[in-house]
């Protein structure tokens, strides 16, 4: 089996640029006839995770939201926008994020996500889901995800994008039913859900990306770049090769490849537009504790793990007394006791939801003592 995803470059967030970019990024899969027809109700999928201001960086593009809204209306297909933030929602978010203004601008529907439990029978592991209703009730469904560092999952693309399908602080749930398992089992559901929703066609804004303290908190990086394809696992793996990290560093990759989910291959992938050996990124930073990590032998990692785990922490400094982590913590071990916030470490799953909404940047993961002393013992040994 192959597939297409293409690549193309895209200097600025200026409309019509974005639009004639987003324009040749599916022509060059197969234009979008190729994905929506006439008459079909169409529902975008943008990253919403918090409404933050565009140059956040935090969600997708408005202008990357309306030019794919402008295309598929020339192809005759009513447009929809939807998502299911933390938190907020979708049209508080949308509010915040500019991408209201679009969804004004063009007479287009926000729709929020009210739950439906759906079965899953070609699920490999996960063989149900509480879902957004609209999902099932629209077409076709197009995903248009950020490029950014993620601190539990080292990046979000085109199949973290779809966790959004789960409406609000059901996610949580799943951060708890996955903990014992791990990142892989958590992967799996991500792919056993994305696979289930199925976008049509995933188009990754990475114009300004961000790297970093991802996904909520990371820095804008300006790589100039829109990738699109089908498949989100293709799209996912062009984008992790662009950006220098390992397959097995990301463990949505590394389970599509080992379980077989969508493409993974890159030799089952046609680069189409820009080439992949021109656009990489090789310095892309990386969330602060994966860096930590990916610097020590895996098989030691695999051996000490206990002792190297990561935790959450929040800094004094940096905290406002909000409350948001508070309300997003699906084992509500975060507490507020005169403006003084509080996390109960001993029940922690280190799901890093706290950590997605806190919107001061005030909770960073800090490594456990043997991991400090692995990383003291390189740098002393010169082998940073
Ligand atoms: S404290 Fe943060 S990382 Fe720990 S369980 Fe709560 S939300 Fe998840
Ligand atoms: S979300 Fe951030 S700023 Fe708000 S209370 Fe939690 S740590 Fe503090």
């Not at 565009?54 to 297909?77: I, Q």
């Not at 799996?188 to 188009?203: S, T």
């Not at 922490?313 to 409350?323: F, N, V, W």
Request: a positive charge.
């Amino acid at each position: 089996m192959r597939t297409s995803v293409s690549i193309v470059r895209c200097p600025a967030y200026q409309e019509e640029i974005v639009y004639q970019k987003i324009h040749e990024a599916i022509d060059l899969i197969g234009g979008i006839k190729t994905f929506v027809s006439s008459g079909e109700k169409v529902l975008l999928k943008p990253n919403l995770l918090l409404g933050r201001a565009p140059e956040k960086c935090v969600n997708t593009h408005p202008l990357v939201v309306k030019a794919v809204a402008r295309m598929v209306r020339e192809a005759g297909a009513q447009v929809l926008i939807g998502d299911s933030p933390q938190l907020d929602s979708a049209q508080k978010a949308c509010d915040k994020n500019g991408i209201g203004d679009v969804a004004r601008e063009m007479g287009i529907e926000i729709v929020e996500f009210e739950p439906r439990d759906v079965l899953n029978p070609q699920g490999k592991v996960f063989k149900s889901f509480t879902i957004g209703t609209v999902l099932q009730d629209v077409d076709k469904i197009i995903n248009l995800a950020k490029l950014k560092t993620h601190s539990l999952t080292m990046l979000t693309l085109a199949v973290k994008n779809m966790f959004g399908a789960v409406p609000g602080a059901r996610k949580g749930q799943w951060h708890v039913k996955t903990h014992i398992a791990g990142k892989e089992y958590f992967a799996q559901m991500l792919l056993d859900l994305f696979y289930f929703v199925k976008p049509v066609l995933n188009i990754v804004d990475g114009i300004v990306a961000m790297e970093g303290k991802g996904p909520g908190f990371g820095d804008p990086r300006t790589l100039g770049l829109l990738v699109a394809g089908a498949d989100g696992v293709a799209v996912d793996r062009v984008i992790a090769e662009m950006v220098n990290i390992p397959v097995d560093q990301v463990p949505v990759l590394k389970v599509a490849l080992r379980d077989g989910y969508g493409i993974g291959k890159l030799e089952e992938i046609s680069v189409r537009g820009e080439r992949l050996e021109d656009v990489r990124v090789p310095d892309f930073k990386l969330p602060p504790a994966q860096d930590i990590f990916a610097k020590i032998p895996l098989p030691v990692v695999r051996l000490l793990k206990a002792c190297l785990t990561t935790h959450p922490a929040i800094s004094k400094e940096e905290c406002e007394a909000c409350e948001l982590c508070l309300r997003a913590c699906p084992m509500k071990c975060i507490t507020s006791e005169n403006r003084e916030i509080k996390m109960d470490e001993n029940e922690c799953i280190q799901c890093l939801c706290c950590m997605e909404v806190c919107p001061r940047g005030a909770i960073e993961l800090r490594p456990g003592g043997l991991l400090k002393f692995f990383s003291a013992m390189r740098r002393i040994m010169g082998r940073n």
